[in-house]
């Protein structure tokens, strides 16, 4: 299983950026997906996950993130992305996405949930 996150850069404070996860090797919708984020010096953390299709409600969110990102899935393309808005300084971090082989019932927020893992795109949001 092969993901390539893409999509990072430098934006100012309030602005925006798109980031993509391209999978080869796995069909995302069967699977559910996850964002997550490493600051330096810090672990890495949750930021938002999208369930296998099917699995009702599709995404769920960091407290942190929530209202201002927000995930999607085109299974044509097997990509997802995470939109991201109103960006703030404490957004700066590298965003890796991954993907779960198994489904759990519950939220899936743990790094451990996850077993496949792209290479990390850096965000970094200045003044």
């Known amino acids: 299983v092969q993901l390539q996150a893409s999509g990072g850069g430098s934006v100012q404070v309030g602005g925006s950026l798109k980031l993509s996860c391209a999978a080869s090797?796995?069909?995302?919708?069967?699977?559910?997906m996850g964002w997550f984020r490493q600051a330096p010096g810090k672990e890495r953390e949750f930021v938002g996950a999208?369930?296998?299709?099917?699995?009702?409600?599709?995404?769920y969110y960091a407290d942190s993130v929530k209202g201002r990102f927000t995930i999607s899935r085109d299974s044509a393309k097997n990509t997802v992305y995470l939109q991201m808005t109103s960006l703030k300084f404490e957004d700066t971090a590298v965003y890796y996405c991954?993907?779960?082989?198994?489904?759990?019932?519950?939220?899936?927020?743990?790094?451990?949930?996850?077993?496949?893992w792209g290479q990390g795109t850096q965000v970094t949001v200045s003044s």
């Open positions: 999208i369930r296998r299709s099917g699995s009702g409600s599709g995404t």
């Open positions: 090797g796995r069909t995302l919708s069967r699977h559910s």
């Open positions: 991954a993907v779960a082989e198994r489904h759990l019932a519950g939220l899936m927020t743990r790094v451990n949930d996850y077993d496949y």
